[in-house]
């Protein structure tokens, strides 16, 4: 109950592209449904859709499989909250690659708003953004590709007089293309973002990954932490040293106890 509380204040506070003051909504916004099929549409596959990127060339979402996704749903014409919303994933992404690998996850960020939001649009807002990320795609869609994409990822949204309403969400996708988690607000703190992606970077195993690959990635899922008194990332040696110095102490401990019942045996014998 308190983190739908917690995710309900985050929407309605942070997670909307709003009306100016005095203007009233073209439809009703109900919270609960919308935190309802943002959760509900967790573990769902999407389908496999055929966008188009910024300089007008298919791009097809089956494209990524192969490592997680993270998709923003913002719309071009909205000159507050959705530069707000991709300013702040910037910054997070930047710190979660260089906490995880640059090449360790892609970043989608998909116009909803399907007349206006065409490949020119996508890239101008891009540029406006300064996003120049080899693993960020800035895409368009046709009308039914948008609504079975908007279906599959839980997303809400509405018209209203001076653009769209709609549910601040970024989704994070595995890499099979299941929906493994949302994360809301305009301004999500950092952990929120990077501890999903984390597990699913380190803690899911690959096909033909030898066990050295496999084991080092355990260790970078335990030892990658958060500082909050930096408000980064950093591998943390600590538990890696403390688990090497265990070991050693065990192995001191049990060479003594061996050498203990050697001699006592040979007292033994000798008496």
């Known amino acids: 109950m308190k983190l739908k ?3 309900l204040t985050w929407m309605l506070l942070a997670g909307l592209a709003t009306p100016a003051l005095g203007e009233e909504s073209a439809a009703p916004y109900d919270s609960d449904a919308a935190l309802a099929l943002s959760q509900a549409a967790i573990g769902q596959s999407l389908h496999d859709l055929e966008l188009t990127d910024s300089n007008g060339l298919p791009f097809e979402l089956q494209s990524l499989k192969g490592k997680p996704v993270l998709i923003s749903l913002i719309f071009t014409s909205c000159y507050h909250v959705c530069p707000a919303i991709t300013k702040h994933l910037a910054t997070a992404v930047a710190e979660a690659r260089d906490a995880l690998g640059e090449q360790s996850f892609s970043v989608l960020t998909i116009g909803f708003d399907t007349p206006n939001d065409t490949p020119l649009a996508m890239a101008a807002f891009a540029r406006q953004q300064r996003i120049y990320d080899a ?3 800035f895409l368009s869609a ?3 590709s ?3 994409l908007v279906a599959d990822l839980g997303f809400t949204y509405f018209p209203t007089p001076r653009g769209f309403d709609h549910i601040n969400q970024l989704t994070l996708v595995d890499r099979q293309g ?4 949302q994360v809301y607000g305009a301004g999500f703190e950092l952990p929120a973002l990077v501890e999903p992606l984390k597990e699913l970077v380190y803690n899911r195993p690959v096909a033909g990954q030898p066990f050295s690959a496999s084991l080092i990635d355990r260790i970078k899922l335990f030892c990658t932490v958060y500082d909050p008194t930096t408000g980064r990332y950093r591998f943390d040696f600590s538990l ?3 688990m090497a110095i265990g070991g050693i102490f065990l192995l001191l401990l049990s060479g003594w106890l ?3 019942i050697v001699r006592a045996r040979r007292k033994k014998f000798t008496a």
């Open 142 to 144: 046709d009308e039914a």
């Open 178 to 181: 299941e929906i493994y988690r």
């Open 135 to 137: 693993n960020w795609n």
């Open 258 to 260: 061996a050498l203990e």
């Open 240 to 242: 890696f040293v403390g």
């Open 146 to 148: 948008m609504e079975q």
């Open 5 to 7: 509380l917690q995710l």
